[in-house]
């Protein structure tokens, strides 16, 4: 007998974007960040470069500075990774995007490169940032607590409405 009232799993696994210190978004130097304006989600101070996709989706934004990557999940929930901090300033140079607009990703494929140096021998924060920004599509995201994380390693649970 099909059982109509099964509840469907909402909850989705989120992984780090990067390998480094996973902490809270409310914990980035940068009240557009911390105080949660764009949304949710979380940051990591990253250990090297190698950014990855948190989740599978597709690649909607591509900024021309490159510090910024937009994906759409096929559940709509739009995901903003950003590559430090006020790094647009840096206009791309520490940046190297290896996805194009339009192409599918699954958690874990190989997004970009950044170059941590030169982004802190500028003088910037080189945090990155995974940010839920549309949180209307979300009904409940975990708590982070800081500790060492790996890329593609699973750091928070999302749960679709």
């Known amino acids: ?27 980035v130097k940068d009240d557009v960040f911390s105080t949660k304006m764009l949304g949710d989600g979380y940051a990591v ?33 739009e995901i903003l990774i950003h590559l430090g901090l006020d790094t647009v300033e840096l206009k791309g140079k520490p940046f190297e995007v290896k996805v194009q607009k339009g192409a599918k990703v699954k958690k874990g494929d190989s997004l970009a490169q950044m170059d941590l140096d030169e982004i802190t021998e500028s003088g910037y924060d080189d945090s990155v940032i995974v940010v839920y920004t549309n949180m209307d ?15 593609g390693e699973d750091v928070q649970v999302i749960e679709y409405k």
Do not use: Y
């Not at 780090?16 to 809270?24: F, I, Q, T, Y």
């Not at 599509?137 to 890329?151: A, D, F, G, M, N």
């Open 137 to 151: 599509v979300l009904s409940s995201v975990s708590t982070i607590e800081p500790k060492t994380v790996t890329r």
């Open 1 to 27: 007998m099909f059982n109509f009232f099964k509840k469907k799993n909402k909850n989705v696994e989120m992984a780090a974007a990067v390998s480094g210190e996973v902490m809270p978004i409310t914990s």
């Open 45 to 77: 101070k990253p250990s090297d470069g190698d950014i990855v996709a948190p989740i599978d989706g597709e690649i909607t934004t591509l900024f021309p500075t490159k510090h910024a990557i937009g994906i759409t999940t096929d559940k709509g929930l």
